[in-house]
């Protein structure tokens, strides 16, 4: 048996509780991980709302990223070894002391780097590679716009683009979390309305506008985003905080051949996710040997407070992400709680 956070029914955070369930069996392609870690993303808030179900063969239980051990494997994994630290972006299931996931949705927790810091990658990282890097086609020498950049998304952006030698300008809603995204590397940290955000940007550019706008926001900020690209620009939608209808010119698009891409990151296949993976094994996981480019904690909770975590995130009063820590055994390399797995 394992112990778990379950949701009783759909509303708020009081619907969460500490449960115990019988620990996931890994099929052929997937590993079981004993999770030590596991990140907290919008979407878990989404799910437990009832906005964001998960999907019919994934685990009905909240979480979408996590750090631990590989305990066990089914029979057609080839790439990992039992003892294992890896992260992984998880269908669901990540709040809880076990986690099956596809084998190749999995990386290696980077050298020097501890489970704790590991646990909040996955799913801000696939989700910013996949669409700036890949879908958008960011590159050096770029400029990048985030909207909305001191959560976890927003700061998973920063830290990528300046990995790659990209300008990044980022608009935030406080003093406090323009502080914190200029100490994360961004270029230009400012706050405005829709109805100013044109002018600002294209003020800060010379006139000339950004390659890339990364959209959390959507509503009437993304006819602002469009006023803010160069020719030729992209613009990449994950969300849409403030609103999911909108009115876009479309021959504004077509006059400056501006693209908009958009998608959400838990339904695509699993093909689509492996591919991310590797991608970010080639490309980004060698940058960790000389560069930081862990994500700042705000807070890390116990499992069970996982409803004050909730509280927090959709309050947001805070910079970065949170997280759960759901093992307390030893220290890591690092200095943090992991468990540490009896494989005998």
Same mark, same amino acid.
């Given at each position: 048996?394992?112990?778990?956070?379950?949701?009783h029914?759909v509303?708020?955070s009081?619907?969460m509780?500490?449960a115990?369930g019988e620990?996931?069996?890994?099929?052929?392609?997937?590993?079981? &991980?004993?999770? =030590?870690?596991? +990140?907290?993303?919008?979407p878990? #808030?989404?799910q437990? %709302?009832g906005?964001y179900?998960?999907?019919?063969d994934?685990?009905?239980?909240?979480?979408?990223?996590v750090?631990?051990?590989?305990?066990?494997?089914?029979?057609?994994?080839r790439?990992?070894?039992?003892g294992d630290?890896?992260?992984?972006?998880v269908?669901g299931?990540g709040?809880?002391?076990?986690?099956s996931v596809?084998?190749?949705h999995?990386?290696p927790?980077p050298t020097?780097?501890s489970l704790v810091?590991?646990?909040v990658?996955?799913?801000?990282?696939f989700?910013?590679?996949?669409?700036?890097?890949?879908r958008?086609g960011?590159?050096?020498g770029?400029?990048?716009l &985030?909207?909305? =950049?001191?959560? +976890?998304?927003?700061?998973?952006? #920063?830290?990528l683009? %300046?990995a790659f030698?990209?300008?990044?300008?980022a608009l935030?809603?406080?003093?406090e979390?323009?502080?914190?995204?200029?100490?994360?590397?961004?270029?230009e940290v400012?706050?405005?309305?829709?109805?100013?955000?044109?002018q600002q940007v294209?003020?800060?550019?010379q006139e000339?506008?950004?390659?890339?706008?990364?959209?959390?926001?959507?509503?009437?900020?993304?006819p602002a985003?469009?006023?803010?690209?160069?020719?030729d620009?992209?613009?990449?939608?994950?969300?849409?905080q403030t609103?999911?209808?909108?009115t876009?010119?479309i021959?504004?698009?077509?006059?400056?051949?501006?693209?908009?891409v958009a998608?959400?990151?838990?339904?695509?296949s699993?093909?689509?996710?492996?591919?991310i993976?590797?991608?970010?094994?080639?490309h980004?996981?060698?940058?960790?040997?000389?560069?930081?480019?862990?994500?700042?904690i705000?807070?890390?909770?116990?499992l069970?407070?996982?409803?004050?975590?909730?509280?927090l995130?959709?309050s947001?009063q805070?910079?970065?992400?949170?997280?759960?820590?759901?093992?307390?055994?030893q220290?890591?390399?690092?200095?943090?709680?992991?468990?540490?797995?009896?494989?005998?």
């Amino acid at each position: 048996m394992m112990n778990y956070i379950a949701c009783h029914g759909v509303g708020g955070s009081e619907m969460m509780s500490l449960a115990q369930g019988e620990v996931p069996t890994p099929r052929a392609t997937q590993v079981l &991980i004993k999770v =030590a870690v596991a +990140g907290v993303n919008g979407p878990d #808030i989404a799910q437990r %709302k009832g906005h964001y179900p998960a999907p019919s063969d994934a685990s009905p239980i909240l979480g979408l990223e996590v750090a631990g051990y590989i305990v066990a494997m089914g029979a057609d994994v080839r790439q990992w070894q039992l003892g294992d630290r890896v992260c992984a972006l998880v269908p669901g299931g990540g709040y809880s002391e076990y986690v099956s996931v596809n084998a190749r949705h999995c990386l290696p927790v980077p050298t020097g780097v501890s489970l704790v810091d590991a646990a909040v990658l996955p799913e801000t990282f696939f989700t910013v590679w996949g669409n700036v890097f890949m879908r958008a086609g960011l590159k050096a020498g770029e400029t990048l716009l &985030i909207l909305g =950049a001191s959560g +976890g998304i927003g700061s998973a952006a #920063i830290r990528l683009a %300046k990995a790659f030698d990209v300008k990044v300008l980022a608009l935030v809603s406080t003093e406090e979390k323009r502080q914190y995204c200029q100490e994360l590397g961004a270029d230009e940290v400012f706050c405005a309305s829709s109805a100013t955000l044109s002018q600002q940007v294209l003020r800060l550019t010379q006139e000339r506008g950004v390659d890339v706008v990364l959209d959390q926001l959507g509503g009437d900020w993304l006819p602002a985003a469009f006023d803010c690209m160069a020719y030729d620009g992209r613009l990449a939608s994950i969300a849409c905080q403030t609103g999911r209808q909108v009115t876009v010119d479309i021959f504004q698009l077509m006059r400056r051949r501006l693209s908009w891409v958009a998608s959400t990151l838990r339904p695509q296949s699993e093909a689509a996710k492996a591919d991310i993976a590797q991608q970010l094994l080639a490309h980004v996981w060698p940058k960790f040997a000389d560069r930081q480019l862990t994500l700042p904690i705000d807070q890390i909770f116990d499992l069970k407070d996982a409803p004050l975590a909730h509280q927090l995130f959709e309050s947001r009063q805070f910079c970065g992400k949170l997280a759960l820590r759901v093992t307390h055994d030893q220290e890591d390399e690092c200095g943090h709680a992991v468990l540490i797995e009896n494989l005998n």
